[in-house]
């Protein structure tokens, strides 16, 4: 796909980001993604109940599971790339039964290695520890849960106002909690019991927070609220760096994204497009029209010059060869890598 290896980004390599692969046989909307920490891997999981296992490096589609009994909603990789946690969309509320509200996957031979129960409601966070088999999940229930996909028990539990949102830093020694009235919490990824060891208050917005992120060096925090604001907090004092607004999108939350150095941030909007902003200039250097409507899912490639935005179709960015042919005039196309191979129900 003539994709390079990630090197440093400027406002030039961003703002020429253009379409180059497209794969568009999702039946509904693609609920959320992530690349796998060091190969060239990504995960989709969708609203019509498939995970799907793409290559990167070559655009290319590698597997596609069904799991119609539970629903694919949100997923994260293992530190193994053929490995997945994907929460559930279905069962969840049945009266009597604890429902299986969290699965550890193996995508390689299609088996559900491990069933996590515990949320009483859908699980609108996910994420793994960087560096150990932990992770957690944050619920619409108001709480998040500690694991180890080692054991079926929960190891921990938080009780939140709100719908909370979940992040690991980069060193998996510290995470961050949002929650209701733009509080931001800090937790000591060792001794969490003990209570966060700081606070941050997003001041003036009272909106939900439906995502978080640390930057790769650990020095920011990227916060999209449920009304489309975006902000870059210093991870170490709360400060806001930056913060943006964007066109209101009912009924679907977008996602924004940093790139691997930080210095840039990716997001979707309520009109369609995506934008780019320099964070130290504090301006916009990019704004491409998506050609997919609005971009639930977005996020920038580890290892890569490289984005993936995703609605109901899935699209990979790359930084266009020939820029004087801007991605306004892309045709959306199929890549020829796009061709699902034969689907595996579960």
């Known amino acids: 796909m003539g994709m390079e290896s990630i090197s440093e980004l400027n406002d030039e390599t961003v703002r020429n980001m253009s379409i180059a692969a497209v794969f568009s046989d999702f039946v509904g909307k ?18 019509d109940d498939s995970v799907r296992l793409y290559d990167i490096a070559n655009a290319k589609l590698l597997k596609t599971t069904f799991h119609k009994k539970h629903g694919a909603d949100r997923i994260c990789f ?21 429902p299986e509200s969290l699965r550890y996957l193996s995508m390689y031979d299609n088996r559900c290695l491990r069933y996590f129960k515990g949320h009483k409601q859908r699980v609108v966070s996910l994420c793994m520890s960087p560096t150990n088999d932990s992770f957690m999940s944050g619920s619409l229930d108001h709480t998040v849960r500690m694991w180890d996909l080692r054991v079926n028990a929960c190891q921990g539990i938080l009780r939140l106002r709100g719908r909370p949102s979940v992040a690991y830093d980069q060193q998996g020694l510290v995470f961050a909690v949002a929650m209701e009235g733009g509080a931001i919490k800090l937790f000591d990824s060792r001794s969490y019991d ?55 999108s009912p009924n679907v939350t977008v996602e924004a994204t940093f790139t691997p150095d930080g210095q840039y941030v990716i997001s ?7 934008h780019a902003w ?3 200039k504090r301006n916009e250097i990019g704004c491409w029209t998506s050609h997919i409507g609005v971009t639930s899912c977005l996020k920038w490639a580890p290892r890569r010059t490289m984005f993936v935005a995703a609605s109901t179709v899935l699209t990979f960015w790359i930084p266009n060869p020939n820029p004087s042919k801007s991605s306004e005039s892309a045709p959306l196309e199929p890549d020829s890598g796009a061709q699902p191979e034969q689907p595996i129900s579960q």
Not at 219 to 224: G, H, R, V
């Open 78 to 98: 293992t530190h193994h790339p053929s490995s997945v946690v994907c929460s559930s969309r279905y069962n969840l509320d049945t009266p009597g039964v604890q």
């Open 278 to 280: 320099n964070i130290d």
């Open 268 to 274: 979707g909007s309520g009109d369609g497009n995506l």
């Open 194 to 248: 003990k209570g966060p060891f700081d606070t941050f208050l997003v001041g003036g917005d009272t909106a939900e927070v439906c995502d978080i992120k640390f930057s790769n060096d650990g020095k920011s925090m990227l916060l999209t609220t449920t009304n489309n604001n975006i902000y870059v907090l210093d991870a170490y004092c709360g400060e806001k760096r930056c913060g943006f607004s964007l066109e209101p």
């Open 30 to 47: 693609i609920n959320s993604i992530d690349f796998h920490r060091t190969d060239d891997l990504l995960v989709t999981a969708s609203e």
